[in-house]
Nanobody, 116 residues
Framework: QVQLVESGGGLVQPGGSLRLSCVAS????????VAWYRQPLGKERELVAE????????NYAESVRGRFTISRDNAKNTVYLQMNRLKPEDTAMYYC?????????WGQGTQVTVSS
């Protein structure tokens, strides 16, 4: 059974930091590109950051570039999202996503709320 389990979300003040983690099981994690998406309440899901199977190439949404960093540790089957200088508009449910040719998987999400 494939599982992607996110953790690390919570309530943080504007300007603060959080690190999200997503642990994968049931797949050969190192063969998958992975990404973080987010979905604010009442809005569509959007790409935040993505990286290739080796982590050598990354891509970010314009709204988070320079503040967020995606990284992965294939030995731990884990992808991370370091989020710095958080803003209220970063408030959303954050989802982990793994994809390769022929298969893709979503996690259940972790809530991030940025508020004073």
């Amino acid at each position: 059974q494939v599982q992607l389990v996110e953790s690390g979300g919570g309530l943080v003040q504007p300007g603060g930091s959080l690190r999200l983690s997503c642990v994968a099981s049931g797949i050969t994690f190192s063969r998958y590109a992975v990404a973080w998406y987010r979905q604010p309440l009442g809005k569509e899901r959007e790409l935040v950051a993505e990286t290739t199977s080796t982590g050598s190439v990354t891509n970010y949404a314009e709204s988070v570039r320079g503040r967020f960093t995606i990284s992965r540790d294939n030995a731990k089957n884990t992808v991370y999202l370091q989020m710095n200088r958080l803003k209220p508009e970063d408030t959303a449910m954050y989802y982990c996503y793994a994809i390769r040719v022929g298969s893709d998987y979503w996690g259940q999400g972790t809530q991030v709320t940025v508020s004073s």
